[in-house]
């Protein structure tokens, strides 16, 4: 019996034995076998996850050299500001500050622009990241960061508020500064809807086409008028008779199309549109008017 339950001892402990892995230190020295290698992005690989286990500055420094190997500077930039955030609370590797002079002199010699990103509203706790770098490889507005010539997509987050992406394109050395609007959630402008522009345009149209046949109308009375009234018929009072009853129609279909995308379209405080179609004798007058 005692045999049987040590058995369910060991049994039980055997899969936790087998789901532990490897240990913060011993994935750092795995990372460095593997850099000394020059397998240098599976040294970085390997020092993120040391510091996911055990967070801490020589984690971050040995991510920041492995890129400066890499020479990819940027990564390099944020990953060594990592590292100096925590140099108050423990002591750094001591060639950190060879690190920092070797990335500074590179990112001054390299084809890349220094960004600054501001979040509004100011002292929202926002975490950004580049399409350009790792998902993984995130910082805050309060980091400086260079970028390579090329489109990027910069990605902020913040508990509470919607995420927002913004594009940039760098093309140069010369300095970008981006502005990104957070929004807490729930709270975002919805976008203008297209329909009021459309029926305004198409209400323009439209009046543009009745007043084409109020044209050809017009031609056939006058014609009509300059004839013998009591003989009547041909091309002129065929144009007169067609042309009357579009013409009045497309003007009436064009004033509701016009006064309707009026009414629609997003209100200001310091407009007031207003319009009026009245019929006259042989056609009819639209006016459109608004105050800004």
């Avoid at 955030?85 to 590179?106: F, M």
């Avoid at 990241?129 to 507005?141: I, N, W």
């Avoid at 003989?231 to 016009?258: C, D, K």
């Avoid at 007031?272 to 056609?283: D, Q």
Wanted: one cysteine or more; glycine letters at 8%.
């Amino acid at each position: 019996m005692l045999a049987r339950v040590l058995l369910v001892i060991v049994l039980g402990a055997a899969p936790a034995l087998a789901e532990s892995g490897p240990t913060a230190v011993e994935l750092q020295a795995h990372g460095e076998e593997l850099a000394k290698g020059g397998r240098y992005a599976d040294a970085i690989a390997e020092f993120k996850a040391a510091d996911r286990i055990e967070p801490n500055a020589t984690h971050k420094c040995l991510v920041a050299l492995a890129y400066t190997r890499r020479e990819l500077w940027p990564q390099a930039e944020i990953f060594i500001a990592r590292c100096h955030v925590l140099a108050t609370t423990e002591p750094l590797p001591e060639w950190v500050p060879v690190v920092d002079k070797l990335i500074e002199e590179r990112i001054g010699q390299a084809t890349v622009a220094e960004v600054q990103i501001t979040i509004d509203p100011a002292g929202t706790p926002a975490e950004l990241s580049v399409s350009s770098f790792l998902p993984d490889e995130t910082f805050t507005p309060a980091t400086q960061i260079h970028l390579t010539p090329g489109h990027h997509v910069i990605t902020a987050t913040a508990p509470g508020f919607e995420t927002e992406h913004h594009a940039i394109d760098v093309t140069g050395k010369a300095p970008t500064h981006v502005a990104i609007r957070m929004y807490r959630t729930g709270t975002r402008p919805k976008p203008p809807s297209p329909l009021p522009r459309a029926m305004l345009i198409a209400g323009v149209a439209t009046l543009g086409a009745g007043a084409i046949a109020y044209g050809v109308m017009g031609v056939g009375w006058l014609e009509l008028r300059s004839r013998d009234q009591n003989n009547f018929g041909g091309t002129y009072q065929t144009m007169y008779e067609y042309a009357r009853p579009i013409s009045l129609s497309l003007f009436a279909i064009g004033a509701g199309l016009a006064i309707g995308g009026l009414v629609l379209r997003p209100s200001h405080p310091a407009e007031s549109p207003t319009a009026a179609f009245a019929p006259l004798p042989g056609g009819g007058v639209v006016a459109v008017q608004w105050q800004r």
